[in-house]
Nanobody, 122 residues
């Protein structure tokens, strides 16, 4: 079992950068794929980016260039670096875990954190 805890959210202006962290418990963290999702008020939770156990990453074409994901297995932590933030990036950001390879659907993930709020002002 894996427990996840997000941190690093906050209120920033458009154009700023933030780095979110997802800290995980469990000795087998390196075997899990980790993804970031976000949920804006009144909207469904949407996939942002994922990293496999091997370190390969993928994200929608619409998100490429501003968001990057990385993992430090020694620290049981995954990072989401967000640059050139826009008001449309506002929402609660969740990290999620599943075995080995990533996926894009909410239902594909077994473990979730509580989320961290990101607010981007114009």
């Amino acid at each position: 079992q894996v427990q996840l805890a997000e941190s690093g959210g906050g209120l920033v202006q458009a154009g700023a950068s933030l780095r979110l962290s997802c800290a995980a418990s469990g000795r087998t963290f390196s075997r899990y794929a980790i993804a970031w999702f976000r949920q804006a008020p009144g909207k469904e939770r949407e996939f942002v980016i994922a990293i496999n156990w091997s370190g390969s990453t993928y994200q929608p074409d619409s998100a490429k260039g501003r968001f990057t994901i990385s993992r430090d297995n020694a620290k049981n932590t995954v990072y989401l670096q967000m640059n050139s933030l826009k008001p449309g990036d506002t929402g609660v950001y969740y990290c999620a875990a599943r075995g080995m390879t990533g996926a894009r659907r909410v239902d594909d993930y077994d473990y979730w954190g509580q989320g961290t709020q990101v607010t981007v002002s114009s």
